[in-house]
Nanobody
Framework: QVQLVESGGGLVQAGGSLRLSCVVSGRTFSIDRMAWFRQAPGKARQFVAS????????YYGDFVKGRSTISRDNAKNTVYLDLNSLKPEDTALYYCAARSISTNAYDYWGQGTQVTVSA
């Protein structure tokens, strides 16, 4: 099993920034990629960004390109998501997820951290 714990969410004004953190524990050798997703009330879950666990390849959702950076610190088993130039429409519950090597699916999820952007 892999456990994920997010933190760093909060209330921020439009144009502000936040850094989300996701601490990974457990069988980290069983995962190959980490990602952030988000879900706003009444809306479908959206892919935000991902990063390989052992390398540096990254992908971003179109709506955050240029405003967000995903990074990792393997020594701390932590993945970060820096959100900049935040907009009210970025308000959502942000989840960290880990992709299982055996299933090639994001099988492990954290509890989420709330990001609220005021106008």
């Amino acid at each position: 099993q892999v456990q994920l714990v997010e933190s760093g969410g909060g209330l921020v004004q439009a144009g502000g920034s936040l850094r989300l953190s996701c601490v990974v524990s457990g069988r980290t050798f069983s995962i190959d990629r980490m990602a952030w997703f988000r879900q706003a009330p009444g809306k479908a879950r959206q892919f935000v960004a991902s990063i390989s666990w052992g390398g540096s390849s990254t992908y971003y959702g179109d709506f955050v390109k240029g405003r967000s950076t995903i990074s990792r610190d393997n020594a701390k088993n932590t993945v970060y998501l820096d959100l900049n130039s935040l907009k009210p429409e970025d308000t959502a519950l942000y989840y960290c997820a880990a992709r299982s090597i055996s299933t090639n699916a994001y099988d492990y999820w954290g509890q989420g951290t709330q990001v609220t952007v005021s106008a």
